[in-house]
C-alpha cells in the first residue's frame, strides 16, 4: 500500500530552461581536457531522468536557493541538466539501462529544517510517485536508480532511506563509510562538489597555467594558506573538524617562515601580499574573488576536514593550482580509480597535523612544479560544466557499475568492496608513514656509526639542555673521537659528559694574556664572544686535537649525517651561502642589498690582505678545519702584524672603530684564506643543496618557557628537510611565546655603521708592544701577490636562480 504524505511547497525548473544552463555551461567552460583514464569514445549510458512533480522553493527558483550560499551542493541541480543536454540521456524508460532520481533532497532539508519531518516526508511521496509512474523502480528494487546527495549529511537526510532505497546507486561528495550511508568503492559514487567557475576570477584559474608554460614566475609567495573556520556552534557539531583544525591554528600560531625562505619568496613572487604573510592562517572570512585570489598565490592550501571528511577547498584549491594538502583521514576522493591524486594532492595524517607546517618546507620547487603541472593536467576532471570533466568522469564510472549491476542482477544485489588505496602520501601511497620515521627516528639520535678518528671542537657556557642535545646528535651523526669542550668551569664536567668522550679545557687556560687596553673599545656585553674565537683557534693549533676536525658552535645540532671531514676525492667541505639560501647572517646597508657584517670584511682584509665576498657567508655555524692550515694562517696573520704583536693580539686590534659588536669572525677568517691559499683542496658546498636552519620556525622555547630542545621539537625541523639546526637561546628572534614580545623589546639594537677604514689596514703597536691604531698594512709577502693577480675570489657556481 502506498503512503499517504503531503508534497512539499510547489516550484521548478522548466525543462526549457534546464537546457539552456547546460548548454550555456558546456559553451563558457574555461577548463578543458580529456577525459583522464576514460575511454576515447564512451557510448551511450542509457539513463532515463524521470521528470518529477515540482518541488522547488516556495518562492524564486532553485538557482536562486543554490546562488544564496548553498552553491556547493548544486550538484544536485547541474548534473541532472547535464544528463538531459548529453548524449547519455535515454528518453525512454523501457530502453533506460539506469534511472536519475532529481530530486533536489538537499534544498527541500534545508528549507523545511524547522520541521525535519517534512524531509523524510518529501522523500517518501517521490516514492510513491515512482512507483505510480511504472515499473522501474521496483522491478530490481531500485539498484539501477541513481539518488544524488550533494552534502556531508548524505543519505540521512532521509531517516528511512536504507529500508527504501538503499539499493540504489548514491552519488555525493561525502563518502566516509563510517556513518553506513556509502559504500564508495562498491555500489556508489564519489562526485566533486559543485563551484560555479564564472565565480572564479580568470587571473587565478589562468595563473597555474601560465606557471607551467614558464610564462610566469612559478614561486609563489605564500608557503601555505588557510581561510576558514576553526570551530562550528551549529548542534551536535562540537568536535567539528575532529580538533584538528584547532590544532593547526595553535601550532601555526607561533610559526614564523625562515627568513631566508620568506626573502626568496618575496624576491620570486609577487609584491602584493605583504611579507609577514608568506604562511596565512586566518578565521577571517573574505569575499570569494579574494579568497581564490590567495589561493592562487599559495604554494600549498590547507585542506582539513570541517563537519565531514569532505570539504569545498579542496577543489577550489585545484582550480586556482594551489596544492592541496588534506588533513582529512576518512576522506574518500573522486575518480581514484582513474585518477592518481598523490600526482598533485598531499595527504597527511590529522595525528601528525602539528608536524606539517615544517615538513612543507622540505618540499623543493621541482616537487612543487611536478605536482602543479599534473594539477593543471587533471583539475578539468572536477570541474561541472558540459559533458567533459566531472560528467565525463561520472559516465565512465558508471559505465563501470553497470557492468557490476548486470552481476548484481544475477547474484541477489550483493555488491563487491574494492580496496581501499593507502592512507597517506607526498608522492607514493603510503610514504608518509616511512617518511615520519626516518627523520623523526635521525633527530631523536639513532645511529650506528663506527668511531671518526676526527675530533669536535667546541665552546659553551656549561653542560646545559642544548649543549647535551649537540653532543647527543654528534655523538650518532659524527661519533668524534673526542669532544675539546671549552668553557669556563671544568668542575664536574667531564663525568657528567663521560659517554660523549669529552675533554674539558677551562676557558681561562687557553686564553692568552691579553691587555686590558686591546679590550678597551669592545662593548663590555661583547668582550666574552671575541674571547671565545680567539680561545677556539688557539685550541684548534693544540697538539691534542686531531688533524683534521670539526669547528662546531655548542648550540648547534645535527639532525641527519654530517658532511665528511673529507669528501672521497681528499678535499675539504666549505658550507656557504646567501641571504636567499641559508640563515647565515646578513645586513642591509640600503634596502633590498644584502652584506656581510662591515665588521667581518675589513677584520678579514685587514688580517690575511684578502677581502671576503661581501654577499656571501662562510658562518654556518660550523667548518671543517685542518690543524696544518689553520697554523699556517695564524703565521700569516702574525708575519703581516707588526713586529712583536702575536695573533690572539692582531685579531683583537683589526676590529674597526664602528663596527665593535661585529667585528670579526673565525669562521670568515678561515674559509677566505682557505679560498685564497688552498684553494684546489676545498670542494664547495651551496647551503641551497645542504639545507640548514638558525631559528626554528616555531621558536626555541618548549612548553614550560625553557629553551631546550625536546625530541619531538627536533623532529619537526627534521622534517623540514633542514640538515642542522642552531638552537641559539640568546637570539630574540628565535624566541617566541609567551616571552617572545618581551624578548624582542629587551633586544639591543646594532649601532649605527661608521665609515669603512680603507682596504689593507691594520693596527700598529705603541711603545708597550699593545695594539692601539690603525696604520696601512706592510706589504704581502712576493707568494701572496703572486696568488692574489692570478685568483679571483669566488664561492663557486652562482646559486640558481629560485
Partial sequence: MSRAVRWPRLASVPVLLALQVARAQQATCPLDGACTGCAADQPPLGVYEYSLPPHGPGQGTPESFYEGGYEQYATELVLPNILRASKHYEPNPERASLFLVPYQGLMRYILDRKNPNLSNDGFMAIIDWLRKSGPWFDRHGGVDH??????????????????????????????????????????????????????????????????????????????????????????????????????????????????????????????????????VFTTQLAPLPQYLGEMSLSDFCLVPMGSTPWTLRL??????????????????????????????????????????????????????????????????????????????????????????????????????????????????????????????????????????????????????????????????????????????????????????????????????????????????ERKGWYLQQVAKLAVSTQDDVSETFYLWDGDTIPLEDVLPARMADGRFPLLWGTHLDSPAHFTQPTPGEFSLPTGYLTSTEALLGVAPLSNVSYVTQWQVWHKPYVREMLSEVERRAPEGVHWPLAVLASVASGYEEQGFSEYTMYATWLLARRRQQVLLVSSRDYPWLRDPPSGVLNNQGECCPSDESLCQIALGGFRFVSWECTHASALRGSDAAAARRNRRQLSSPAPVPPPGVIASADSEGFLTTLSPAPAMPPYVGQRMSSMVMSPGPSPPPM
Fill in 146 to 279: 541513481i539518488w544524488i546527495f550533494p552534502s556531508g549529511r548524505g543519505a540521512s537526510i532521509f531517516p528511512e532511506w536504507e529500508a527504501h532505497i538503499g539499493a540504489g546507486i548514491f552519488l555525493s561528495p561525502e563518502g566516509d563509510g563510517r556513518a553506513g550511508l556509502m559504500q564508495p568503492h562498491g555500489k556508489d559514487i564519489v562526485i566533486p562538489g559543485y563551484r560555479n567557475l564564472s565565480r572564479v576570477p580568470p587571473e587565478a584559474l589562468e595563473r597555474a597555467a601560465a606557471e607551467v608554460a614558464g610564462k610566469v614566475d612559478g614561486v609563489r609567495p605564500a608557503l601555505l594558506y588557510f581561510r576558514g573556520s576553526t570551530a562550528s556552534g551549529r548542534p551536535g557539531e562540537e568536535n567539528f573538524s575532529e580538533g584538528v583544525r584547532l590544532r593547526l591554528e595553535a601550532a601555526l600560531a607561533k610559526f614564523e617562515l625562515p627568513n631566508h625562505l620568506s626573502l626568496a619568496r618575496a624576491a620570486a613572487g609577487s609584491p602584493s601580499m605583504p611579507l609577514q604573510e608568506r604562511s
Fill in 315 to 524: 577543489y577550489d584549491a585545484l582550480f586556482t593550482g594551489c596544492i592541496p594538502v588534506l588533513l582529512s583521514d576518512h576522506i574518500e576522493l573522486p575518480f581514484d580509480e582513474r585518477i592518481d591524486w598523490t600526482a598533485f594532492t598531499i595527504k597527511w595524517p590529522q595525528a601528525d597535523a602539528e608536524r606539517l607546517r615544517s615538513f612543507l618546507l622540505s618540499l623543493s620547487q621541482q616537487q612543487v612544479r611536478d605536482k602543479r603541472r599534473a594539477i593543471v593536467a587533471a583539475r578539468h576532471n572536477f570541474a561541472w560544466c558540459g559533458e567533459g570533466g566531472a560528467f565525463a568522469q561520472l559516465v565512465a564510472t558508471l559505465n563501470e557499475r553497470k557492468l557490476g549491476l548486470r552481476a548484481t542482477l544475477r547474484d541477489d544485489y550483493a555488491w563487491v568492496e574494492t580496496p581501499l588505496p593507502a592512507s597517506f602520501w607526498v608522492e607514493k601511497p603510503g610514504d608518509v608513514a616511512e617518511l615520519l620515521d626516518k627523520r623523526c627516528s635521525a633527530a631523536a639520535g639513532q645511529s650506528s656509526k663506527a668511531l671518526s678518528p676526527n675530533d669536535v671542537v667546541t665552546i659553551s657556557k656549561g653542560p646545559f639542555c642544548v649543549l647535551r642535545a649537540a653532543l647527543r646528535q654528534l655523538e650518532a651523526r659524527v661519533r668524534p673521537r673526542k669532544v675539546h669542550l671549552i668553557v669556563d668551569s671544568c668542575d664536574g664536567v667531564e663525568d657528567s659528559l663521560a659517554s660523549f668522550r669529552v675533554r674539558c679545557i677551562e676557558l681561562a687556560s687557553v686564553l692568552p694574556s691579553v691587555p686590558a687596553e686591546s679590550l678597551s673599545r669592545i662593548p663590555p
